[in-house]
């Protein structure tokens, strides 16, 4: 099974994931809660120095989202790889939220369920994710 991962020691904080993520799945309902985020880190007080890290759903092996959600809005796609929802069964109890250790599960102005999809469409072409493709420093890559 393969992830997006990031490496914060390449990740620059350009924001061209996030702006690649919202041109493959532009939707005024959805486009700001599916995007990545950017985590800025002071690596050093006296430096000033600064780091980043990019985080999106990681399609954990074990999602907590998947066995916390009473409606069974989640479920693998066939490659394993994405823990896929269907907004349409989300009732916005928000358990989902509530147990994912990484704080991803995101509610559109609807209270419904919105959250990375892996790029299913671009993968199942052959092609990488939006973000991993756009990310110019090489720190978003696919990882088992």
Avoid: W
């Avoid at 002071?42 to 980043?52: E, H, I, M, N, P």
């Amino acid at each position: 099974m393969s992830r997006v991962v990031c490496d914060p020691a390449l990740c620059s904080g350009c924001l061209a994931c996030v702006v690649a993520c919202m041109d493959q799945h532009y939707d005024e309902t959805k486009a700001d809660a599916v995007s990545p985020r950017i985590y800025e880190k002071r690596t050093s007080r006296k430096s000033g120095l600064v780091s980043y890290i990019t985080r999106s759903c990681l399609h954990c092996a074990d999602a907590p989202c998947m066995e916390q959600c009473p409606m069974k809005v989640f479920e693998r796609t066939e490659n394993g790889f994405v823990v896929a929802f269907h907004k349409e069964k989300c009732i916005g109890c928000r358990k989902c939220a509530r147990v994912c250790p990484h704080d991803i599960p995101r509610y559109d102005k609807e209270g419904k369920i919105v959250k990375c999809d892996g790029c299913a469409t671009r993968v199942a072409c052959g092609l990488e994710p939006a973000c991993v493709r756009a990310c110019n420093t090489g720190a978003l890559r696919l990882a088992e």
